[in-house]
């Protein structure tokens, strides 16, 4: 039987200091020039150099502010802050490459989702059907208070509205216009039939709309739909909707067990369990050899900012650990941030101390540092015994480590029949699922198309 592909995106953010924070100081990192169309234009060639299946772009609303109550820290390790928009990348990388997939970071709470879907209809189409779109709702009172409000929603009602805001879209997306609607008969004088056009009407508990879609239908219709964020409710929302997953990685025993517990979800949604790819963050730091290896990953370290992965961490479960002793235990407590990340925090009792031995890169995720062999050895362990699809993977000294990885890990893995030699045709939705462009059936989208 043929081995499971490994799915791969470069997890990356329109930003300096994205996850492995401090490593914009080390002399070959060029993170700086991330307001440039050069540094992206030439990352998008390098991630299809190593048939990469996309670019995950992150993004953040607001700024962090919870280590020392302060942005102190977050401006001068640049841990996220200064951030530009990242849909603005897109076109730019999709005039120089062919295949490369992009998974879109926008944060719903503040977009107008009748705007919203005409932009992500318009990247759709000029990307001839390579825009995802990973749906979060935020996370920072911070990013509240800076679009006028006092506060976030509370954590359940983030997603209740985010369940709203989908339906509506896919009434736009799916609904609005047949794919007949466009006739383009100039002979004719009728570029649309007006009798394929629908008027959509939605009034629901946060949203509500009258009106046209205002773009003819793009390759996907629908982009890409991803999401992060594993609570039960995050959980809940997902199966129904996602087609990616992005989970931070815990222990293999419980990352198992949350893979196995959002495919069952799917299915108990009337999707299938491969409907789902699931994906977890890593970092790799990878030589010719383990010792190569292990002197670039203690070259790293010498410019990795510990604390402002600490401080970053504080932010995303609103916890302030600047108020702590290094062994000090952390009062965790019901957060209204990122409560998966708080919950697997809490119940590994991690103090401050644990937390910055973790966060030796600057990062939370797990860093994987060894030869091609060694690392390929890892990835699959990962996805044929626990049962992820693949993987986010963070950039340490960029772009030296997307490149490492391509040269070194992606033929190990290809030698193994692990991971594909060359691309599929076709939308993005198609590479990673091989059913066509659109959304199946069996999604909830689907519900919405004109009978
Ligand atoms: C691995 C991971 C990556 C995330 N990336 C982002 C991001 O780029 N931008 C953002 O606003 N929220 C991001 N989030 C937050 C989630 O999308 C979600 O809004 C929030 O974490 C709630 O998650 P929960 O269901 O686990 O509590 C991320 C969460 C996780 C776990």
């Known amino acids: 039987m043929a081995k499971k592909q490994i799915l791969l995106n470069a997890f990356n953010m329109n930003c300096v200091g994205h996850i492995n924070h401090g490593l914009w100081t080390h002399p070959r990192d060029n993170s700086v020039d991330y307001n440039t169309l050069g540094y992206w234009t030439e990352l998008a060639k390098t991630l299809e150099r190593g048939l990469f299946d996309g670019l995950f772009i992150a993004d953040i609303i607001g700024v962090y502010d919870v280590y020392q109550q302060s942005i102190d820290l ?25 295949h490369l997939g992009f998974g879109v970071t926008s944060n719903l709470s503040y977009e107008p989702p009748y705007l919203f879907a005409r932009r992500m209809s318009t990247l759709d189409h000029l990307t001839a059907g390579r825009a995802g779109w ?51 008969d100039k002979a004719a004088r009728v570029f649309a039939d007006v009798s394929r056009i629908h008027r959509i009407s939605h009034q629901g508990p946060f949203y509500q709309l009258d009106g046209y879609h205002l773009c003819e239908p793009s390759r996907q219709r629908t982009p890409v739909l991803f999401q992060a964020g594993s609570s039960d409710r995050g959980q809940q929302f997902a199966a129904r ?38 994906f977890i963050g890593i970092a790799a730091v990878v030589g010719q050899t ?3 290896a292990q002197e670039k990953f203690d070259d790293y370290w010498q410019y990795a900012s510990a604390e402002a992965g600490l401080a970053h961490f504080a932010s995303s479960i609103g916890v302030d650990f600047s108020r702590y002793g290094l062994d000090d235990p952390i009062e965790y407590g019901g957060s209204n941030a ?35 062999a060694s690392v390929a050895d890892e990835l699959e362990s990962w996805v044929n015994e626990v049962g992820v699809d693949g993987f986010n993977l963070s950039r340490t000294v960029t772009p030296e480590s997307y490149e490492d990885f391509i040269d ?44």
């Open 74 to 98: 977050t401006a001068r390790e640049a841990i996220q802050l200064p951030v530009n928009d990242p849909l603005l990348l897109v076109p730019a990388m999709a005039a120089v490459t062919q």
């Open 134 to 184: 990973n749906i979060v709702t935020g996370y920072l009172d911070s990013g509240a208070r800076a679009m006028g409000l006092q506060a976030q929603d509370a954590h359940d009602q983030r997603y209740d509205r985010a369940d709203d805001y989908l339906e509506l879209l896919y009434k736009l997306w799916e609904g609005s216009w047949e794919d007949e609607a466009v006739r383009r």
């Open 241 to 278: 909707h996602a087609e990616g997953i992005f989970i931070a990685a815990q222990d293999k025993d419980k990352t198992r067990q949350l893979v196995a517990d959002i495919r069952r979800q799917a299915v108990a949604a009337g999707r299938r369990a491969e409907d789902v790819k699931i």
């Open 290 to 292: 383990q010792a190569e």
């Open 338 to 372: 990122i409560q998966s990340a708080a919950k697997t925090a809490a119940a590994n009792q991690l103090t401050r101390r644990k937390l910055l031995e973790r966060f030796r890169l600057g990062s939370r995720y797990p860093t994987l540092v060894g030869d091609a």
């Open 408 to 451: 070194l890990v992606i033929p190990e893995l290809q030698n193994r029949g692990s991971y594909k030699t060359a691309y599929a045709e076709g939308s993005l939705r198609h590479k990673l699922f091989a059913e066509g462009d659109r959304l199946p059936a069996r999604h909830a989208a689907a519900g919405y198309r004109p009978r």
